[in-house]
């Protein structure tokens, strides 16, 4: 079943600002993920908090996990016109899904200069 | 970083005729990739399992006759779609993860840079 849901489906700020991605999901999971992928391209990892964790930073980002009402988000503080990206959570459910990704539906970050 | 790459980055093709895409993890050894879709403006889908010396696991919905999946190496994946139709055009995507000897993975997937099909 599909699951992973974001919001907002677009965020439009200015460059300073700070942005926020949420992501719901469904199941139990192993880990979750956030990629970026710049249009027309590949994904980028960003990063990944295991089920273990509540919190995790990589340096403009800052992640968190509350598995107890399944959820996520990604903040990307001092934004800039290069963070411009869409944004995705996936979700690793482990066990013998170990590695299959199960992508949220995505942000479409615009930063204005 | 893993780097993986893909080959072609695009491809036109007349409906009928089959194209394969390569994945290559370009500084590792990935005996297991990823195979996925994703629709214009929409989010990612997982076809299959890439699976070095054994056949492919499909999702459900997915036809592994018209996707057929070769992992002949553990640095070569391939997805050939036979008798392509234009609902086949779409963005296909492989993944690759990272070996790490105490634990066979470390959670973390390389992507590849994608190939754009599009079928006339």
């Known amino acids: 079943s599909q699951q992973g849901e974001e919001d907002p489906q677009a965020l439009s700020i200015q460059e300073g600002e700070n942005a926020t991605m949420n992501c719901s999901y469904k199941?139990?999971?192993?880990?979750l993920q956030w990629y970026r992928q710049n249009s027309g391209r590949g994904l980028v990892h960003l990063i990944l908090?295991?089920?273990?964790?509540r919190e995790k930073h990589s340096g403009r980002l800052r992640v968190t996990l509350d598995t107890s009402k399944k959820s996520s988000s990604l903040l990307i503080t001092a934004s800039r016109a290069a963070d411009t990206a869409s944004y995705f959570c996936a979700t690793d459910a482990g066990g013998t899904s170990y590695g299959k990704l199960t992508f949220g539906q995505g942000t479409i970050l615009t930063v204005h200069p | 970083g893993a780097v993986v790459s893909q080959h072609p980055s695009r491809v036109i093709c007349k409906s009928g005729t089959s194209v394969k895409i390569e994945c290559r993890s370009l500084d590792f050894q990935a005996t297991t990739m990823f195979w996925y879709r994703q629709f214009p403006k929409k989010s990612l889908m997982l076809m299959a399992t890439?699976?070095?010396?054994?056949?492919?696991?499909?999702e459900q919905g997915v036809e592994k006759d018209k996707f057929l999946i070769n992992h002949a190496s553990l640095t070569l994946s391939t997805l050939t779609v036979t008798s392509a139709h234009p609902e086949d055009s779409s963005f296909y995507i492989c993944?690759?993860?990272?070996?790490?000897?105490?634990?066979?993975?470390?959670?973390?997937?390389?992507f590849g840079p994608g190939t754009r099909l599009t079928v006339l």
């Open positions: 199941t139990s999971i192993n880990n």
């Open positions: 993944s690759a993860m990272t070996p790490r000897p105490d634990r066979g993975h470390t959670d973390t997937q390389y």
């Open positions: 890439s699976n070095e010396g054994s056949k492919a696991t499909y």
């Open positions: 908090i295991r089920s273990n964790e």
